[in-house]
């Protein structure tokens, strides 16, 4: 399967545990995304990377979050302290840098913190 | 920022009748507008998109519209089949400091009833 994966797709934690997902982009693809998703919503934007740089962070990306890329392949995002609110759908996606916003995503890493 | 809301939030449909999901946008400098499906537990999959320089874009079944004056751009499902039963989720994305950067609308849970 060529295209973005994402590990692992399932997680429950206990509030206040620490959890790190990880997403690997589709290889030729030097930018990625992660976004959050709730039941029902459309999904949010939280931050993406161009290569190895983290170029932007959305405000619901709290002081407990943080992403890494880096050697500009797969990428990490870890939720310290988890909150029952943590609990969502996050999903990556990737692009080309040339065609930034044709975005692919991955199946997504299902939080629930009990 | 950019703001896209979605109408209706849900559409029951005959199989072989058309479907229509609409879309607005807040920001007039995005000029990138991607469609996405979504089935139960899957990943979002991109199905068509349009670019402000192009008036409507086809894809068999599918076509999408764009209308830059009123800034609201819509999704077209003809003949429509069970199969085409999902959450559907559209987008917008500007240039600048929010290239790439996709917001998302509320999306449209389509049933199609055989």
């Known amino acids: 399967d060529t295209g973005v994966s994402q590990d692992p797709r399932h997680k429950i934690t206990k509030r206040g545990q620490n959890v790190t997902f990880r997403c690997d982009p589709i290889s030729e693809h030097n930018r990625l995304y992660w976004y959050r998703q709730t039941l029902g919503q459309g999904p949010e934007f939280l931050t993406y990377f161009q290569n190895e740089a983290q170029l932007e962070k959305s405000r619901l990306l709290s002081d407990r979050f943080s992403a890494e890329r880096p050697k500009g392949s797969f990428s990490t995002l870890e939720i310290q302290r988890t909150e029952q609110g943590d609990s969502a759908m996050y999903l990556c996606a990737s692009s080309f840098e040339g065609l930034a916003d044709t975005q692919y995503f991955g199946p997504g890493t299902r939080l629930t913190v009990l | 920022g950019e703001n896209v809301e979605q109408h209706p939030s849900t559409l029951s449909v005959q199989e072989g009748d058309s479907a229509v999901i609409k879309c607005t946008y807040s920001d007039s400098a995005s000029n990138y507008f991607p469609w996405y499906k979504q089935e139960l537990g899957k990943r979002p999959q991109l199905i068509i998109d349009i670019r402000s320089n192009v008036g409507e874009k086809k894809d068999q079944r599918i076509a999408v519209t764009l209308n830059k004056t009123a800034k609201h751009f819509s999704l077209h499902i003809t003949e429509t089949q069970p199969e085409d039963s999902a959450v559907y989720f559209c987008?917008?994305?500007?240039?600048?400091?929010?290239?790439?950067?996709?917001?998302f609308g509320q999306g449209t849970i389509l049933t199609v009833h055989p």
């Open positions: 987008a917008a994305s500007g240039r600048g400091t929010s290239y790439g950067k996709l917001t």
